[in-house]
């Protein structure tokens, strides 16, 4: 792989401003989209293909190798495909785990077809709440935390034979876990001399000696991509306004360009995009005769997944195809067309700081490694641009690696799924990149307060509760708002509305139908909060009998509301295998919420003499969010589902509470939280 090819000499430009790339017309010839090409011909057209048979015979020897291959080159679809033609691993399942649930869809439609088989057959997927595989998968596409909860029942991971971590890069919270488990488990399985686990470890970016120790110095195996050549343009100055600079830039692109190369922006999340998509479909109705036509589409993690669909198909002849996506699109997803990539540097990500037991999500700068990803996006099927809407210095100064999730995040759910794999000392887990012990230590104690773990002659184990709580594929203060929900009588309805809260907003929100909006809303409205509301639109719609013509009426995706009954079935037939009585408290809303504040009592605020909401852990200031039914209500005390830090930081999800309750909850943490603010 030619660094050369893949970073490019800078160029500059200024959003606003004609280019001054001498290059830039020729750049842009205007040429007709390609006639798709057969399937078998893309196969044997990839970069990889020319590796296939070296591949092979070395994947063959290995029992754990560390691949490294650019976007593009075709390594996520066809090494799965090359082991299984070549009978390597063929007495289990082939896994390959992703970070994210479209790309294992995708990727499964997109090898499903290559085979010619029906998906669910041969290939398959599994994701959270959705399996799509049958006794005859032996190709198995499913996402990091998946693989992590079938370790849960057998750590030996015996249904497989070979472990593909793919996007090993992107080092999420699941795939790092995972490192430690697959590793453990190939160890084992050698030790009883059962059939060996191979694992394969695959990533875009070169930095992978740290995989390589870590597999106690499996070989690394570079695979030449063709990484078409991309040019890379940066601003003359800082941009203090990245939406405004994005929006100049693709319609600068959009009247210079011919109509068959595609634009991809890099935002940061759902409303951005919303309002970015509405504002271009709005002047590009206003466009001069001669302008191509423009097809705005967005693409985030809660978009309904036939809308997400959309993006992989060819736009309308004449039609130029925007996509204006999160960094969802930064890896594992090919999306043809795509010439012109402009990436606003910037990305929403988690922090969680152990000393506040705070978890923000907030808007920050990218890595390096997460630019380089972004600008090879323009180069899958030929020469690209890339625009970065930040300095060359600004470029320089950035990290040059994404810290791990694992670092950032909190570590309640990672801690319990340990213990259940019965990891003997949590403090001393083989991790790839080791948290910090005040992370590790904080999540215990959070366990701890919810009633899932205890010591016993020094030994950190799970309680009764805490091995119910596991079985659960949620965060631990769901399960446990589930399994005491029998106490106050309301099981039914806290079912219904963790299952709102686990799936993407079931709640549509076009910026141009505002007024539309709030008429529809009203009626579900509730003054306890946004639990209720959410809990009376899902009623009204079970009641209409599932109606797709009512969600439409009133702004709510009817998939994601599908979903919901997906997952809520789920999670009722868990409490049933555990035999806990399901009832429901019908139109008495106290209980229900008495029992979301025993589960959730760490995560409140109240209201202070000068208006302003503060935490009870931690005393931060926090506003509620605008998109809350409660934004114009000044409520005493409220739980909350997260914190987003934007401009400030913001409570979303709420639920009206009895202070009274928080305390019958956790009694000893309210003492100890008053002791020290009295001190």
């Known amino acids: 792989m030619s660094q050369d090819s893949y970073h490019p000499p800078a160029k500059k430009f200024k959003p606003g401003s004609p280019h001054s790339n001498p290059n830039w017309r020729g750049a842009m010839q205007p040429g007709p989209r390609k006639q798709p090409v057969p399937i078998d011909q893309q196969r044997r057209g990839l970069p990889i293909y020319q590796a296939r048979a070296q591949l092979i015979g070395q994947l063959r020897q290995l029992e754990s190798a560390v691949i490294i291959g650019e976007t593009g080159s075709g390594k996520t679809t066809q090494i799965p495909q090359y082991l299984y033609e070549a009978s390597i691993g063929r007495q289990g399942i082939i896994g390959v785990t ?136 940066y601003t ?34 759902q409303e951005e995009i919303e309002a970015m998509t509405k504002t271009c479909r709005d002047i590009a109705k206003h466009l001069p005769d001669g302008c191509p036509q423009m097809t705005v589409m967005p693409l985030y993690a809660s978009l309904p997944h036939s809308q997400q669909l959309r993006v992989f198909q060819n736009a309308p002849k004449d039609h130029r195809k925007v996509i204006i996506s999160t960094n969802i699109a930064e890896t594992s997803i090919t999306i043809t067309g795509i ?233 009722r037939d868990i409490c049933i295998k555990m035999s806990m009585p399901i009832e429901s408290s019908r139109t008495d809303t106290r209980n229900i919420r008495q029992c979301l504040a025993h589960g959730m009592f760490m995560n409140a605020a109240e209201l202070q003499p000068d208006g302003t909401y503060t935490t009870v852990e931690t005393h931060q200031l926090v506003s509620i969010h605008p998109s809350s039914f409660l934004f114009h209500c000044k409520p005493a005390c409220v739980i909350y589902n997260e914190l987003l830090h934007t401009s400030k930081c913001y409570m979303r999800d709420l639920c009206v509470v009895d202070a009274d309750w928080l305390f019958e909850a956790a009694p000893e943490y309210f003492r100890r939280k008053l002791k020290r603010t009295k001190n």
């Open 98 to 233: 992703q970070p994210r649930r479209v790309a294992a869809i995708s990727l499964a439609a997109r090898v499903s077809e290559e085979r010619k088989t029906e998906l669910g057959k041969l290939v398959g997927y599994s994701v959270r709440f959705e399996d799509v595989t049958s006794e005859e998968t032996k190709i198995k596409f499913l996402t990091d935390g998946m693989l992590l909860r079938e370790a849960i029942g057998d750590p030996l991971m015996r249904r497989y034979s070979v472990v593909i971590l793919d996007e090993a890069h992107e080092r999420t919270v699941h795939t790092d876990v995972l490192f430690g488990v697959v590793k453990t488990a190939q160890r084992k399985r050698k030790e009883l001399g059962k059939l060996p686990l191979k694992v394969i470890i695959m990533s875009a970016t070169m930095d992978v000696d740290l995989f390589s120790q870590y597999f106690n110095g499996a070989p690394v195996l570079y695979l030449e991509g063709r990484q078409h050549p991309i040019q890379v343009f």
């Open 236 to 269: 003359k100055q800082p941009q203090s306004d990245y939406l405004q600079a994005a929006l100049v830039t693709v319609f600068q692109i959009h009247q210079e360009a011919p109509s068959s190369h595609d634009i991809l922006v890099f935002l940061t999340g």
């Open 339 to 571: 010439k012109y990539v402009v990436d606003t540097g910037m990305v929403k990500a988690k922090k969680y700081n152990p000393e506040s037991g705070l978890e923000i999500l907030a808007v920050q700068r990218i890595s390096k490694a997460q630019a380089w990803q972004r600008t090879g996006r323009a180069g899958r099927e030929d020469s690209g641009i890339c625009y970065r809407l930040y300095t060359e210095d600004e470029f320089e100064k950035l990290e040059k690696m994404t810290v791990p999730e694992i670092q950032r995040c909190n570590l309640a759910s990672v801690v319990l799924q340990l213990l259940v794999l019965r990891v003997p000392n949590i403090l001393t887990f083989d991790f790839v990149s080791k948290p910090s012990q005040d992370s590790l230590q904080s999540a215990i104690e959070q366990l701890d307060l919810l009633g899932a773990v205890e010591k016993k002659e020094d030994q950190l184990i799970l309680t009764p509760l805490g091995k119910k709580m596991a079985a659960f594929p949620l965060e631990p203060k769901f399960s446990k708002t589930i399994l005491i929900s029998s106490k106050f009588h309301c099981t039914e309805e806290i079912l219904t509305i963790v299952a709102l809260l686990s799936v993407d907003s079931v709640l549509h929100n076009p910026p141009a139908k505002r007024d539309e909006v709030q008429a529809a809303r009203r009626k579900f409205i509730s003054s306890e909060g946004d639990h209720m509301t959410l809990l009376n639109i899902y009623r009204a719609f079970k009641n209409l009998g599932k109606n797709k013509e009512w969600c439409r009426e009133n702004f709510i995706n009817s998939r994601n509301m599908m979903m919901v009954l997906e997952v809520r079935a789920q999670l």
